[in-house]
């Protein structure tokens, strides 16, 4: 798959995902690129009188930039804000709905949307799809004060673990002035205990691996867009990567 096809995948997933948006509903609004497809979809959907009334909570500086400049207004994520739906991608996506996500840099906001909401839609393109999670590096979200001891903690649990860096070669900062290490674990046997493992460790904020989260997932192969929804029987099917 070259690259424009992979992009027409992403914006046609992401479509998809955008049309459980009705009016009136309070969104979260995910980060990455296959989220600037949604967002530009639900943009249209809201200029054509489609949709109206919607308010939503960036999980990002960037997100908050672009749904400004498209007119969205954005509200803070407060203790008895409900979101009706939150629409996000992925880096890796597995069958039962589990994912590595992160990439972005957003990841601790990302998760504290998604557990705010009602229903969380993740749209990617089929390259997303693995049949076990840890092929994408798992990023971890750490504490820049003794973030070394975080590295070989990470390492102990069998990670070859190294700092993000900007585009300067610094540690990477994400929204909230903390540091990412990349994690390359391999293949993730049991995703549940290893997030259990890294969430328990002082100094770490948080991780990438987000686990019963996605209620409904939206994949796009060359040909169609597969969609699915957690405790139906589509649900049974596994999502199978393309070959």
Partial sequence: ?????????????ASAAVSLVESGMTLGLGSGSTFRYALNALARRIASG???DIRAVPSSGATAKLAQA???PLLPLTADLLLDLTIDGADELDGDHRMIKGGGGA????KLIAEASARLAIAVDGSKIVKQLGKYPLPVEVLPFGWERQQVFLAELG????????????????????????????AIAEPQTLAAAIKART????HGLFIDLATDVFVASQASVQSSQRG???????LLPQS
């Fill in 203 to 206: 100094g770490i904020i948080e």
């Fill in 232 to 238: 139906s029987k589509d649900a049974a099917q596994p």
């Fill in 50 to 52: 489609e949709l109206c």
């Fill in 1 to 13: 798959m070259n690259a424009g096809q992979r992009e027409a995948q992403k914006e046609r997933a």
């Fill in 70 to 72: 498209k007119g969205i």
């Fill in 159 to 186: 990670a070859e673990v190294s700092l993000r860096q900007d585009s300067q070669n610094r540690p990477y900062l994400t929204d909230n002035g903390n540091y990412i290490l990349d994690c390359h674990f391999g």
């Fill in 107 to 110: 990841l601790l906001r990302e």
